[in-house]
């Protein structure tokens, strides 16, 4: 119940969670960590904030923080990005309308949420389900052991 609460509420707010996968930008987000973003027009990003926002290149995305901001066109915004590990900008800024600002990190949850992304995570859940289901039918005699007669 608290999950559907929660995700309820992320939706509501326009909130998004994503998972850190690499170091650069440790300490702030370690590896592992559940970060939170919400959705907003890169027009309102300023020099120090984190975002994450589609990697040109490749599939996925990238999350670190504003060295440079430069307004284009047509609601473009230019962003240079760095990690704060790493020693040097990303090779080329981002041209972009929109970004995920960093809203929160929850250190360590994103391997759970790795997990249950995976068959095992996924009968893990369902198994949770079943058994809190019979646990919480009112009156159940799943454990409850018959009388012997002798």
Same mark, same amino acid.
């Given at each position: 119940?608290?999950? #559907?609460?929660?995700?309820? #509420?992320?939706?509501?707010?326009?909130?998004?969670?994503?998972?850190?996968?690499?170091?650069?930008?440790?300490?702030?987000?370690?590896?592992?960590?559940? #970060?939170?973003?919400?959705?907003?027009?890169?027009?309102?990003?300023?020099?120090?904030?984190?975002?994450?926002?589609?990697?040109?290149?490749?599939?996925?995305?990238?999350?670190?923080?504003?060295?440079?901001?430069?307004?284009?066109?047509?609601? #473009?915004?230019?962003?240079?990005?760095?990690?704060?590990?790493?020693?040097?900008?990303?090779?080329?800024?981002?041209?972009?309308?929109?970004?995920?600002?960093?809203?929160?990190?929850?250190?360590?949850?994103?391997?759970?949420?790795?997990?249950?992304?995976?068959?095992?995570?996924?009968?893990?859940?369902?198994?949770?389900?079943?058994?809190?289901?019979?646990?919480?039918?009112?009156?159940?005699?799943?454990?409850?052991?018959?009388?012997?007669?002798?």
């Amino acid at each position: 119940m608290i999950c #559907i609460v929660l995700f309820a #509420i992320g939706a509501f707010l326009h909130i998004k969670p994503a998972v850190v996968v690499s170091g650069s930008m440790a300490p702030t987000m370690p590896v592992g960590s559940l #970060i939170l973003e919400r959705a907003v027009p890169a027009e309102q990003i300023g020099v120090g904030d984190v975002v994450t926002v589609p990697r040109p290149d490749v599939n996925g995305l990238v999350t670190h923080r504003v060295v440079s901001v430069e307004p284009l066109h047509d609601d #473009i915004v230019s962003l240079v990005l760095k990690g704060d590990a790493n020693t040097s900008e990303d090779p080329s800024p981002y041209l972009v309308r929109d970004v995920g600002l960093h809203v929160a990190t929850v250190p360590l949850l994103g391997y759970l949420a790795l997990f249950l992304r995976t068959p095992g995570g996924i009968a893990a859940v369902i198994t949770g389900i079943v058994v809190m289901f019979i646990l919480a039918v009112p009156g159940a005699r799943w454990f409850q052991r018959s009388p012997h007669t002798t």
